[in-house]
């Protein structure tokens, strides 16, 4: 456990850094740690807020995209904040979806990497595998380009998730609602900068993805990564923090 980890009531998550307020949702399989490599560049001139989402803890008849945005926003509510900027990976990035459909007034952008929403291909209908350790390593690393970013502590952590038959089945229930809650029909009124950076190799949620939340969304801007598969802030932390403060910068002058 993170010993920077600040625990209050229900909530349990990271902070650093002054600034507007920087709030990260990581995803399905996704850790605090993913962003420990931007969040060193982003905390320069944001406080960069972390939660841990309640992805194995929440009841599994709650186990669903629309709890998890619920959930951030009794995070927003008990720190008191007004407005927030979002940044979401993969499920991080659908929660942030719905969140803002929910509460647009309090969100002053959104930035998806990897994010579902509109069409994912997860681990595939045979993952969850229980007990087979190869099966997870090679499913994990195929989530980056470069397979040596998939390492033994990630793998391990994937590993004892799926053979954990109550966290399994909060994966499960939470994969199958992010396929059934498709955000295509709602983000023409998302009326809010949105800043798009994906991998150009990401097999997960592919680049037609990224390219048809570009069209649909009124205010975006799609930044490619080479190289890089569904966690570019993870492979290439620093063009990521480039395009995103090539694009604040744009979109928020003043600031």
Same mark, same amino acid.
């Given at each position: *456990?993170?010993? /920077?980890?600040?625990? @209050?009531?229900?909530? @349990? ?15 399905? #399989?996704? $850790? ?8 060193? &560049?982003?905390?320069?001139? #944001? ?10 803890? *929440? ?15 009794? #995070? ?5 904040? &007004? ?24 969100v002053e952008s959104v930035t998806l990497t990897g994010s579902s929403g509109l069409y994912e291909s997860s681990f595939g209908g045979s993952f969850p595998r229980r007990g087979s350790y190869e099966f997870v390593q ?7 380009? &470069? ?8 793998? &391990? ?10 966290? $399994?089945? /909060?994966?499960?229930?939470?994969? /199958? ?8 029909? %709602? ?24 390219? %048809? ?7 975006? @801007? ?6 890089? /598969?569904?966690?570019? *802030? ?7 923090? %480039?395009? #995103? ?9 003043? $600031?």
């Amino acid at each position: *456990m993170d010993d /920077r980890l600040i625990k @209050e009531g229900k909530f @349990e998550y990271l902070q650093e850094g002054e600034g507007p307020v920087l709030l990260i949702l990581h995803g399905l #399989f996704g $850790a605090l740690s993913n962003f420990q490599d931007v969040t060193q &560049d982003l905390k320069k001139s #944001f406080t960069v807020v972390i939660p841990m989402l309640p992805l194995y803890t *929440m009841p599994i008849i709650n186990s669903n995209v629309q709890s998890l945005a619920k959930f951030v926003h009794d #995070f927003i509510i008990f720190k008191k904040w &007004d407005k927030v900027h979002l940044l979401g990976n993969s499920l991080g990035g659908h929660i942030a979806l719905i969140y803002t459909s929910t509460h647009i007034s309090r969100v002053e952008s959104v930035t998806l990497t990897g994010s579902s929403g509109l069409y994912e291909s997860s681990f595939g209908g045979s993952f969850p595998r229980r007990g087979s350790y190869e099966f997870v390593q090679t499913k994990v690393e195929l989530t980056f380009w &470069d397979p040596k970013v998939a390492t033994k502590e990630l793998v &391990d952590e994937c590993y004892e998730v799926v053979n954990d038959k109550g966290k $399994a089945l /909060r994966i499960i229930g939470l994969a /199958r609602s992010a396929i059934k809650h498709n955000m295509a029909k %709602e983000l023409e009124k998302f009326n809010i900068p949105f800043c798009l950076i994906w991998g150009k190799n990401d097999t997960i949620t592919p680049p037609n993805v990224a390219e %048809e939340f570009h069209e649909l969304l009124p205010d975006s @801007e799609l930044y490619w990564i080479d190289k890089c /598969r569904h966690a570019p *802030m993870m492979e290439h932390p620093k063009q990521f923090t %480039e395009y #995103f403060f090539k694009w604040y910068a744009e979109k928020f002058p003043k $600031a």
